[in-house]
């Protein structure tokens, strides 16, 4: 048995109540073979698998906290910290009442790649709650947020483990926790990251993600001589991911058509209102039935249903595994030339496979997503300096990062034969700097 196969067979039988994290461990390893073959002798010797796949830690901690009626509530917090070979630990804080300690490592487990793949030094991690944060007034979110991080400081800091925002944790949210961690420790530190600018946050961190999603696509278009402009594009989502990239995809000239959140989605033949959507979602916190309600020529339908518009391009920015087999078989009928990844593993592996294996461009989320952590990234430069960079500064330090990871997870899919295998180039090259630094660092 190949020493793949030996680590993969470990993995879930250990981790089999956790489908995510086995879906995250399957894909990375598998694509990693050629690699692992390469040296098998060297990494077996070393356990270096064994190693990378079993965090440093995991945390699980109770959150208390009391609601407007005075009833006190109780959730699971939990931070993983995966791998430092290479930085402090970086990762969001995913807060939705889905999340579990499975859907936690595989984030933080995917997290170690993509921040290797920005060239900067920063190492996985991952967290968050059950908490929900959608109907809760800010008072109740605020006595959640110190709850959490009145636990959850013990374990990080500017140097450890520098959280940020993913699903459910926004400015507001960030806030809460920053100004609980100062009142704690005494320290005014970048712990975290996606701060408000009047409190060291960095300007373009709230585009990073989606700009730099289309920044990668637009680099992936160019090397097969093709042009983003003029196309026309699907995105699922409505959060801060999708609602950048459907701005940035328009500035350059694309036609952006759907969009969609938890209970429906939007065609809007006219191209969705950038403006109309940020006021829905970021100022009223409402349902898409109120984009439909300011525009009648849109369309608005229950349920899922975003892949099944034809489109050049589709940009999956909503969760995991929402992409599924049948909407890769229709969004092939219907002519797609590139699928990139705005949310992390959106897409099935089967889906991946069948995209893969009739010709369309592929990008997954370990790169086309990084935007957001290297801005993080460039944050925690910003603050280590005591300096705050123009938004023109940080997009254009971006948009050569995003150019860099394309270039690099194509190189290294060349460099093993896999010319145009997207996902196993993001895997080759972000495994190969975290392994280089843990063989360096010795048995640790």
Not at 6 to 13: F, N, S
Not at 250 to 278: F, H, M, R
Not at 282 to 288: D, G, S
Request: with cysteine; aromatic share 8%; hydrophobic share 35%.
């Amino acid at each position: 048995m190949s020493y793949v196969d030996e680590v993969l067979k470990r993995v879930k039988e250990k981790n089999a109540s956790e489908p995510e994290f086995l879906q995250a461990a399957e894909e990375v390893l598998e694509s990693l073979r050629p690699v692992i073959d390469a040296n098998e002798e060297k990494y077996r010797k070393e356990a270096l698998l064994e190693r990378l796949v079993e965090p440093d830690r995991q945390l699980k901690f109770r959150v208390p906290w009391v609601d407007d009626k005075g009833q006190v509530q109780v959730n699971t917090g939990y931070r993983v910290q995966y791998n430092n070979a290479i930085g402090p630990y970086k990762g969001g804080l995913r807060l939705h009442p889905s999340v579990n300690i499975g859907i936690i490592k595989f984030l933080g487990f995917e997290q170690i790649f993509k921040n290797s793949l920005t060239g900067l030094p920063i190492g996985g991690g991952k967290g968050g709650s059950d908490f929900d944060p959608k109907g809760k007034s800010d008072r109740e979110v605020m006595a959640f947020c110190q709850s959490f991080m009145t636990e959850l400081c013990k374990y990080i800091g500017a140097d450890v483990d520098v959280p940020a925002g993913d699903i459910g944790t926004g400015a507001r949210e960030i806030g809460y926790m920053f100004g609980q961690y100062k009142r704690i420790k005494g320290t005014y530190e970048g712990v975290l990251t996606g701060k408000g600018l009047s409190y060291g946050g960095s300007l373009a961190r709230t585009e990073a993600t989606g700009y730099g999603l289309v920044y990668i696509t637009e680099e992936l278009l160019k090397d097969h001589g093709m042009d983003i402009k003029d196309k026309t594009v699907v995105v699922s989502g409505a959060g801060n991911v999708a609602i950048y990239a459907i701005q940035k995809a328009q500035q350059l000239g694309a036609k952006v058509v759907t969009c969609s959140d938890s209970t429906g989605w939007i065609y809007d033949p006219d191209g969705i209102d950038v403006e109309l959507l940020k006021e829905v979602k970021e100022v009223k916190r409402a349902r898409l039935t109120e984009y439909k309600a300011a525009k009648p020529n849109a369309e608005y339908h229950e349920g899922r249903g975003v892949w099944q518009i034809k489109c050049d391009i589709a940009l999956p920015c909503a969760t995991q595994n929402e992409l599924l087999l049948e909407d890769a078989k229709e969004l092939v009928k219907n002519g797609v030339t590139a699928v990139c990844e705005g949310a992390n593993m959106p897409t099935t592996l089967d889906a991946t496979k069948y995209l893969q294996d009739n010709g369309v461009l592929f990008i997954c989320g370990k790169a086309s997503n990084a935007g957001g952590v290297a801005t993080s990234a460039l944050e925690m430069s910003q603050n280590s300096e005591r300096l705050s960079w123009t938004f023109e500064e940080v997009d254009g330090k971006l948009q050569q990062i995003m150019k860099n990871i394309y270039h690099n997870i194509s190189d290294a899919a060349k460099r093993y034969g896999m010319e145009g295998n997207y996902v196993a180039g993001a895997n080759i090259a972000g495994f190969e700097k975290v392994a280089e630094a843990m063989l360096a660092q010795g048995v640790c």
